[in-house]
C-alpha cells in the first residue's frame, strides 16, 4: 500500500492551508484514515481521523479550525487547517486503520505515508 500526503508548505499565522492524502496498492471493504503530526523534538500526536461511517473525530488543540473530509472513490483523505498557529508547525502524516474505526492511537493505523511539513511563521 502507497500513502502519499500532499499540501504542506509555508504560511503565516492565521493563514489556511489544505492537505490531502491518497492511497493505492489495495483495496480496503471498510477502512479510516487519520491525520497525525510530529514536531521536532515530539512525539507523533494525533489530529483527527474519519472513519468507516465518515464520522470524525479531532484531537482538542485543532477542534474548530481543522476540517478532515474523505472521498472513498479516491481513496483520499483531506485536512481542511484554517487559523494556523506557530505550534501547528510539524510534518503531517496520513495513516491508514484497515478495521476502519480510525482511533487517536497511531498503532492501530498500518500503513503510512513519508509525511507533508506545515510550518507556520509569526
Known amino acids: 500500500v502507497q500513502v502519499v500526503e500532499t499540501g504542506g508548505g509555508v504560511v503565516q499565522a492565521g493563514d489556511s492551508l489544505r492537505l490531502s492524502c491518497e492511497f493505492s496498492?489495495?483495496?480496503?471493504?471498510?477502512?479510516?484514515m487519520g491525520w497525525f503530526r510530529q514536531a521536532p523534538g515530539q512525539e507523533r500526536e494525533f489530529v483527527a481521523s474519519i472513519d468507516w461511517k465518515d464520522e470524525t473525530t479531532y484531537a482538542d488543540s485543532v477542534k474548530g479550525r481543522f476540517t478532515i473530509s474523505g472521498d472513498k472513490d479516491k481513496s483520499s483523505a483531506y485536512l481542511e487547517m484554517s487559523s494556523l498557529r506557530v505550534e501547528d508547525t510539524a510534518v503531517y502524516y496520513c495513516g491508514i486503520d484497515p478495521t476502519g474505526w480510525g482511533p487517536a492511537k497511531e498503532y492501530s493505523y498500518s500503513y503510512w505515508g513519508e509525511g507533508t511539513q506545515v510550518t507556520v511563521s509569526s
Open positions: 496498492g489495495r483495496a480496503f471493504r471498510d477502512y479510516a
